[in-house]
């Protein structure tokens, strides 16, 4: 498989899991997203105004350690080459230890769950999310970033043929559009059966995307 089209299956992945996480963070852990911060900018500031009894802590605790994890992920990353490489692996895998912890820790605390442990796993489940998103923007795949699908819902109408567009990356855009949306919904589903679960499974998919990446995501062409 050529190399390009592997880094956008893995991102691909990633956004699928992203979905998973950003429901997890919503519909768990009070109404926070942890990997799409538009939102959460939303929801702080209507919290502030005080509309709906929407929280305000949890969204800012969620963007700020974002802020941090993308950041780390910039500074781990600055001075390699575009593509993947064995720092790429190091924060992937970063992603995934961080989010087998958070499965351990949601396992003992499922029901009435302390408010501070809810702030923690927040917090790490952002951060995990902002070191995501700083190391599938180093590997560049077009229109894919894996926590965000507005830019390429925007490209999608604009470059559409229909309104006399070139129609280029129709495929990736619907592709991260509808998993992002997929996985949201799979969220919801395992949130039915216990918290951890939507978290173990995107810890296995962050886990098996640093697997495959680090051995063929350098090796292909």
């Known amino acids: 498989m050529p190399r390009d089209r592997l880094h956008l299956g893995l991102m691909l992945a990633l956004t699928f899991s992203t979905g998973i996480a950003d429901a997890v963070g919503f519909l768990g852990l009070d109404r926070v997203f942890t990997g799409n911060m538009t939102g959460n900018v939303v929801i702080l500031g209507m919290g502030v105004a005080g509309a709906d ?11 700020v350690t974002f802020l941090a994890g993308a950041g780390l992920g910039g500074l781990v990353l600055r001075a390699d080459d575009v593509g993947w490489s064995g720092r790429t692996t190091a924060c992937f895998g970063a992603v995934g230890a961080v989010l087998v912890a958070l499965t351990v820790l949601l396992g003992v605390h499922d029901t009435d769950m302390p408010h501070g442990i809810q702030l923690t796993v927040t917090g790490m489940l952002a951060g995990a999310m902002g070191l995501q998103a700083a190391a599938a923007r180093h590997l560049a795949v077009k229109e894919i970033t894996t926590v965000v699908v507005t830019s390429a819902i925007t490209g999608l109408a604009m470059d559409s043929r229909l309104v006399g567009g070139h129609g280029r990356h129709v495929g990736r855009r619907v592709a991260a559009i509808v998993l992002l949306g997929a996985g949201a919904g799979v969220g919801a589903a395992l949130l039915q059966i216990h918290l951890a679960l939507g978290v173990a499974v995107s810890a296995v998919i962050a886990l098996a995307v640093t697997v495959v990446g680090h051995l063929r995501g350098r090796e292909t062409a």
């Open 53 to 63: 009894d929407l929280p305000v802590v949890g969204p800012l605790l969620a963007f």
